[in-house]
């Protein structure tokens, strides 16, 4: 399946290093999502975009800087990342319809791994 | 309180058996309930949206109980390739969907 697409696939990086992930969805979306998949726990929004705003922010350190220049594409830019911050970023489209979430189609996500 | 509960699991039931998992969510509020399957190191996919007056596909069938707030997911006649793990999710804010930790599944010959 290629609906929604997120490069790379793995990324190892040190906590000073800057590296971005990439998400693309061709669906026709309005609203895209990060998520992110630790080890034995659930996942956690990171963040909501919808229509190019972003809608939501869980509270997430500001390390992890998204962006979404328009509705097809996602961004996560990562800097001075911190061991724990290693984990499955999992990027997600729905159409989206006012009062109710959709379905949401997830990409394959980045196994991120923080040194 | 958890804003959304999964059984905790794991479930291990032998090929062809009855299974069902339950998820309870805090929010009354809700409105929105969905049953995804996510696979080893793979990404989460939708198996079934839940309605209020339940719904069935194939073998699985899904129930909304809005009173005491919980959805189930009943798998008849298991097969092998059933074994995954199931994610209840509830939008618990409009917008926001919320996923449960997940219930680990395992099919045995």
């Known amino acids: 399946e290629t609906g929604v697409t997120q490069t790379p696939r793995h990324l190892v990086m040190g906590m000073t290093n800057k590296k971005s992930l990439k998400c693309e969805q061709h669906l026709g979306h309005n609203a895209m999502y990060w998520y992110k998949q630790s080890a034995k726990k659930p996942l956690e929004l990171m963040f909501v975009?919808?229509?190019?705003?972003?809608?939501e922010n869980n509270s997430v350190p500001s390390r992890f800087s998204p962006e979404c220049p328009n509705s097809s594409h996602l961004f996560l830019h990562l800097h001075t990342l911190q061991p724990e911050d290693s984990a499955l970023y999992l990027c997600?489209?729905?159409?989206?319809?006012?009062?109710?979430?959709?379905?949401?189609?997830f990409g394959p996500g980045t196994r991120l791994t923080v040194l | 309180r958890k804003e959304v509960e999964q059984d905790p699991g794991p479930f291990n039931v032998p090929e062809g058996a009855t299974v069902a998992f339950n998820c309870t969510y805090s929010?009354?509020?809700?409105?929105?309930f969905f049953w995804y399957r996510q696979d080893c190191r793979k990404e989460p996919k939708l198996l079934m949206s839940?309605?209020?007056s339940g719904n069935e596909d194939g073998r699985f069938t899904a129930q909304l109980n809005r009173a005491s707030q919980y959805i189930s997911l009943l798998i008849r006649d298991s097969k092998l390739s059933d074994s995954a793990t199931y994610l209840c999710v509830v939008d618990t804010n409009a917008g926001k969907s919320t996923f449960g930790d997940g219930t680990t599944l395992t099919v045995k010959p």
């Open positions: 839940v309605y209020s």
């Open positions: 929010n009354s509020a809700s409105q929105s």
């Open positions: 997600a489209s729905s159409p989206w319809t006012s009062g109710s979430i959709d379905t949401q189609y």
């Open positions: 975009y919808n229509f190019k705003e972003q809608t």
